[in-house]
């Protein structure tokens, strides 16, 4: 049988049942899990009957095949699943001829140049990524020159002036200066209600002001 060759990133989920295979990209991680191709009865009984009868018996109560000395028949099928399983996985792979790294074809993989994002990223979504950088360094370089109102300036009570006569006022209803009221009253033009200043409607008849 020919070596094996494929990716470096893969993980065995084989069990006892059967055999089963994930392979990474190199570049982004992302994956593709491979079909379950299910263990021949025989081979599952080989493996169990020789794992047990090694050693008087010594692994005779594991739970798994992976916990007993397999057979070489196992190992055999194994090689024979594995490679199965790399040639349903690897059309979505492909090898660099540059760096050697095995990439996804959806994900990292420049058509237009032949090799992959790593060795030749795609020019107009580096621009954009550039662009987006730059904005963000940007928006933050003013974000820091911006000055802030403090706590200490929430705490000190806001000052105005009377409407009336110009006074310093900071808080109440009436000026204490000439005792007018500081928030003059305003009345409905269509039905002469008292109404909130800068209403647009009145709030009893609803009339427009």
Sequence with gaps: MPLIKFVRNYNDLSTDNGFQFEFF????????????????????????ETASGLFGGLFSGAATVGEKV????????????????IEEAKPNFIQCRRCGQWVC?????????G?????????????TAAQVEAAVQEAKEKAAQVEYVSKEKFKESLI????????????????????????PEKSCVQCGEKM??????????????
């Design 25 to 48: 990209c190199d570049r982004c991680g992302s994956g593709y899990q491979t079909h379950f191709q299910a263990m021949a009865a025989g081979v599952v009984s080989d493996a169990l």
């Design 70 to 85: 397999r057979s070489a028949r196992w190992e055999q099928a194994h090689d024979v699943a594995f490679e199965k399983a």
């Design 105 to 113: 074809r959806e994900v990292c993989w420049n058509n237009e140049r």
């Design 115 to 127: 090799l992959c994002k790593e060795c030749a990223p795609e020019l107009e979504a580096e621009y």
């Design 160 to 183: 105005a002036t009377c409407p009336q006569c110009g006074a310093a006022v900071s808080g109440g209803k009436f000026c204490p200066e000439c005792g007018a009221p500081l928030r």
């Design 196 to 209: 909130p200043i800068g209403a647009k409607f009145c709030p009893h008849c609803g009339a427009k002001q």
